[in-house]
């Protein structure tokens, strides 16, 4: 396939063709990705739980995200009357095309990927927050109290935990020397979780902040407002929105994918086999964490951002960049167990802090 | 610069996840934070005090089940006690073990179930809650082996109980007794040093002794604030002096010490069990009763330690085949009332978790 691609790009009025492949395979492997996640996250938390999930739609219960969406799509479609129209129908769009968008910029193996941007990193955290607004616009529009408190949440989550996001990935594009998704996962020789263990979970904390999981869930936190922003959302417009939730996680997985596991490089399978296999490992870290965690409160939520996770990307962003300009040809025996017991140290003493702070001010 | 801001009235419940059941509260809210809660009760009203002034006594046991649906037993206890007492029927040794063993089982069912639920309103996605459920499934095929039923048991009958154990059940207990406490250490392990939970829970919903037992609050929602108060060893009724076990108390009255209170008595009601199995006595389970009794005139109160706190049944006979009045104590009606006093200034997130730990039930609420 990569051969073939290069080969197209060749030839003459290539660039529409692997336009429209690109674009073709993209809105197909979201597609693809999100009812094999809602899959798998229903039979996998189902087995965290102790009980079986859905198997009665087809081999496994494959078919229940098809038999849902058919549900779904035969569902009425209530528009609230006070809501705002305009931006009812159109924040489901405006939530869920950026995810694609994100998709585009993604390297799946060597070579295949829509756009090479040299910007890539600045991209993302650009397009990401768009999700975010399209998110607060459905919670405003449908005119309901608990909506608007959902969508409320999503925005303070949203400012707060961009920051430590864009941090630990300007560490990143520091040790990597490119903005480039490409030239990130080029330079991974090793792994950059090996290599930034605290960026790796700085960015993953806020990562799980951007898509709204556990223990970040608060936008939509069902136990207090019921579903949050799509509390009045039915029919089509719904089935979008969950469409968003989930191809947010798939963005979020193919990011931390590229960004800190590697990307699609790995040895003996094909690279695409390798990316599918990283990001179904990071979902399954997403999914474990649902299990088990229960949810912030909202102060909570932008205490960690602002308090635990802004100064240890701080740090992060520091270590790193010390080393690139004082020691840059540093064996790796020797930085990476440095690093990592720094990190390790770093997160225990941070956490007590915090920890220490949180009990004088409560009792 | 302060910016304008606008209080807002949110309606939580009827139809709410974490209402547990039909309660509605009318929360004015300012931005996150609760500056006045209004309960609105009566949605699952179904005039059961006045429907037993038209059964008679023995037809008014049933009714009781659906008083608080999730400890039915505990819900019979009482009332056949005050009825029992009225008109001086005596239960055989046998029966009060009986009751004393599926009591605390229902307890811990119960306690499971709270606790579980609590989990859950604090947004643990239904994982505590199936593992409780998964034990409190234990505990009703328990139950179902005794009396046919699954949720309201109709057990209890004056003078005894319906069904003695049949032969496979004493064993089947004795497996489920072995096995739990590792269920409770698992649960232990999933949920008490958990970071998140302690931070939800810790110091959130502070009810201080005096303020509980001014407002006569009772159960774990009084024992989580210190105050070692239980009737069980307070005033024992049935055979309940006869047992060794400990009252669990919190220091800091908060979600987190409700919790702990919870599975500390789940711990408790396992070893009253297991003696109760020891001491078990041979006997009848219950003693010949005429179908239509008729107490003599007067006027009784009788009240037990249910999983939410005192039961309390207030019954007054006029001499005929049917109470004249009767009234139950509802300990989560009782406990309901702090409810204003705990949710003011809390977050919306917290006065979920706090509606949580107290812990109730509609049924008996409403009633």
Redesign the interface.
């Known amino acids: 396939m990569n051969n073939w691609l290069i080969s197209l790009d060749n030839s003459v009025g290539n660039f529409w063709l692997q336009f429209l492949i690109m674009a073709v395979f993209i809105i197909a492997f979201v597609m693809s990705s999100v009812i094999m996640f809602i899959w798998t996250e229903r039979r996998v ?1 189902a087995r ?4 079986l999930g859905p198997n009665r739609a087809g081999p496994f219960g494959l078919f229940q995200a098809i038999a849902d969406t058919v549900k779904i799509l035969t569902k009425e479609d209530i528009i609230p009357s006070l809501a705002d129209r305009v931006l009812f129908w159109t924040a489901p769009a405006i939530a869920f095309i950026p995810t694609l968008m994100i998709m585009a910029t993604i390297p799946f193996m060597n070579g295949f990927q829509m756009v090479d941007l040299n910007v890539g990193v600045l991209f993302i955290s650009a397009v990401s927050a768009i999700s975010a607004i399209g998110i607060f616009l459905s919670g405003v529009a449908g005119n309901n ?2 909506s608007l ?1 959902g969508a ?1 949440r999503e925005i303070a989550q949203l400012i707060s935990f961009e920051i430590p996001m864009v941090l630990s990935l300007a560490s990143l594009v520091i040790a990597c020397g490119s903005m480039s998704l490409t030239q990130i996962v080029a330079a991974q020789n090793v792994p950059n979780i090996i290599l930034q263990p605290l960026g790796f979970v700085v960015f993953m904390v806020a990562i799980l902040a951007e898509i709204n999981r ?2 970040f ?2 936008v939509e ?4 407002l ?1 579903c949050g922003f799509n509390t009045e959302y039915s029919g089509m417009k719904f089935a979008l929105l969950y469409l968003t939730e989930y191809s947010e996680a798939v963005v979020g997985a193919a990011l931390i994918t590229t960004f800190f596991l590697g990307g699609w490089r790995g040895p003996f399978l094909p690279g695409i086999m390798w990316f599918v296999v990283k990001m179904i490992a990071s979902f399954m870290f997403i999914l474990w964490l ?11 939520s932008m205490h960690l951002a602002w308090k635990g996770l802004l100064p240890l990307a701080l740090v992060n962003l520091f270590v790193i960049a010390l080393k690139n300009v004082f020691f840059p040809d540093l064996s790796l025996w020797i930085s990476v167990p440095v690093y990592i017991l720094v990190s390790v140290l770093v997160i225990l003493l941070w956490a007590g802090f915090l ?1 220490k702070g ?1 009990k004088s001010l ?2 | 610069m302060t910016l304008a801001t606008e209080q ?1 009235i ?2 939580i419940g009827p139809l ?3 209402t547990h059941g039909v309660f509605r509260m009318r929360v004015t809210m300012d ?2 934070t609760i500056q006045d809660v209004e309960p609105v009760f009566g949605y699952l009203h179904r005039g059961l005090e006045k429907l037993c002034e038209s059964h008679t006594y023995k037809q008014n046991i049933p009714i009781t089940d659906r008083l608080d649906y999730v400890s039915a037993i505990n819900n019979n206890w009482p009332y056949v006690m005050a009825v029992e007492k009225l008109a001086e029927i005596q239960v055989p040794l046998r029966a009060e073990y009986l009751r004393v063993i599926m009591g605390e089982l229902q307890r811990i069912a119960s306690h499971l179930l709270a606790v579980g639920s609590l ?9 505590a809650f ?2 409780m459920f ?1 034990e409190r499934e234990k505990i009703i095929d328990l139950l179902e082996m005794v009396t046919g039923q699954r949720l309201l048991y109709n057990y209890m009958r004056f003078g005894g109980v319906s069904m003695d154990f049949p032969a496979e059940f004493i064993p089947a207990l004795k497996r489920f007794l072995n096995i739990m406490p590792s269920y409770l250490d698992e649960y232990d392990s ?1 949920m008490a040093d ?4 302690l ?2 829970t ?2 959130i919903g502070i009810l201080t002794p005096e303020m509980a037992v001014n407002s006569s609050a009772s159960g774990p929602l009084l024992r989580g604030s210190g105050v070692k108060w239980d009737l069980r060893k307070d005033a024992p009724y049935s055979v309940y002096d006869r047992f060794d076990f400990d009252i669990p108390t919190g220091n ?1 009255g908060d979600c987190y010490d409700r919790y702990r209170v919870r599975m500390e008595e789940m711990r408790q009601s396992i070893r009253i069990i297991n003696q109760a199995i020891e001491q078990l006595p041979s006997g009848k389970e219950k003693v010949m009763v005429p179908l239509r009794i008729r107490p003599p005139k007067g006027e009784t109160y009788s009240q037990i330690e249910a999983p939410r706190g005192i039961l309390g049944c207030y019954i007054v006979s006029d001499g005929s085949t049917k109470p004249y009045r009767c009234h139950f104590r509802a300990p989560a009606f009782i406990n309901l009332t702090l409810l204003q006093e705990l949710l003011i200034g809390q ?4 006065a ?1 978790i706090i509606f949580g730990s107290i812990d109730l039930s509609m049924g008996e609420v409403d009633r």
Do not use: C
């Not at chain 2, 958990?194 to 939970?197: A, G, P, T």
């Open positions: 938390i965290f739980q102790a009980r109290k608990y408190i409320m556990t223990p869930d608060l936190a069902d136990s207090e019921t649902r299990s088990t965690l229960p949810r912030l409160r909202i102060d909570q920890r949180r409560v009792v | 807002f949110l309606n709410h996840p974490s931005g996150e989990m859950n309103d604090m947004g643990v996605f239904y994982t199936m593992y998964r999933m958990n970071e998140i939970l931070s939800r810790k110091g800091n977050k919306l997130a917290d979920i």
